[in-house]
């Protein structure tokens, strides 16, 4: 019996296993790359040194990873924004058909 509530014990002490880039896709490195993509920094000693590692497949998934977050994050940014763009594409078709108007009317 004490065995058994050592080891339920023991079980409920254990840390959770820590995942890492290649199992969920969304470690530190993503943000690490995605903030140097951002800034504009030149990414050759990173990808240098993956190659040198013999790891190019690891940062090519990272990358990946980046990318797809950054479509998504421009696919909703898109869709936030196309109701008021259609609303500003009809409002300038409104001006546009009343300025032709006001050019007849002063061209007669």
Do not use: W
Not at 19 to 34: I, K, M, Q, S
Not at 50 to 74: T, W
Request: aromatic share 4%; proline share 3%.
């Amino acid at each position: 019996m004490k065995t058994r509530l050592f080891c339920s014990i023991k079980a409920m002490d254990a840390k959770p296993k820590r995942r890492t880039v290649v199992e969920n896709g969304d470690g530190g490195e993503d943000l690490v790359l995605a903030t140097l993509i951002g800034n504009g920094e030149d990414l050759g000693p990173i990808v240098r040194h993956a190659f040198e590692m013999g790891r190019p497949e690891s940062l090519f998934h990272q990358l990946k990873s980046v990318v797809r977050k950054k479509e998504v994050e421009i696919e909703e940014l898109c869709k936030s924004h196309y109701e008021e763009f259609i609303l500003a594409v009809d409002e300038l078709r409104g001006v546009l058909v009343d300025a032709e108007e006001l050019k007849s009317e002063l061209c007669e």
